[in-house]
Nanobody, 128 residues
Framework: QVQLVESGGGLVQTGGSLRLSCAASGRSFDSKAMGWFRQAPGQEREFVAC????????RYADSVSGRFAISRDNAKNTIYLQMNSLKPEDTAVYFC?????????????????????WGQGTQVTVSS
């Protein structure tokens, strides 16, 4: 069982930066790939980024590639999402998630259905 709590959201101007954190509790954090998803009002939840359980592999949505960076600190049971050059279209509730299964060291789950544990979300608002 994994419990997740996000923090770090807020209001920022276009071009600004934010760093989201996701603290995990439970014994199996370092055995799971982790991901960030986001959901804007009236839209479906979409993939943002994910990181393998080892931290050795990462993947990004095309819309954030080159601007966002996902990382993890297994000693602190925490993952991060550094968001730079923010745009109004990045406005959404951001969720961190842990995969349901225990996958290979470099495996990257890209589908929301592969994640069984979710945080409550943190709001990111980018003003124009």
């Amino acid at each position: 069982q994994v419990q997740l709590v996000e923090s770090g959201g807020g209001l920022v101007q276009t071009g600004g930066s934010l760093r989201l954190s996701c603290a995990a509790s439970g014994r199996s954090f370092d055995s799971k790939a982790m991901g960030w998803f986001r959901q804007a009002p009236g839209q479906e939840r979409e993939f943002v980024a994910c990181i393998s359980r080892s931290g050795g592999s990462t993947r990004y949505a095309d819309s954030v590639s080159g601007r966002f960076a996902i990382s993890r600190d297994n000693a602190k049971n925490t993952i991060y999402l550094q968001m730079n050059s923010l745009k109004p279209e990045d406005t959404a509730v951001y969720f961190c998630a842990a995969e349901t299964a225990t996958s290979g060291e470099f495996y990257l789950p890209l589908q929301a259905r592969q994640y069984g544990y979710w945080g409550q979300g943190t709001q990111v608002t980018v003003s124009s």
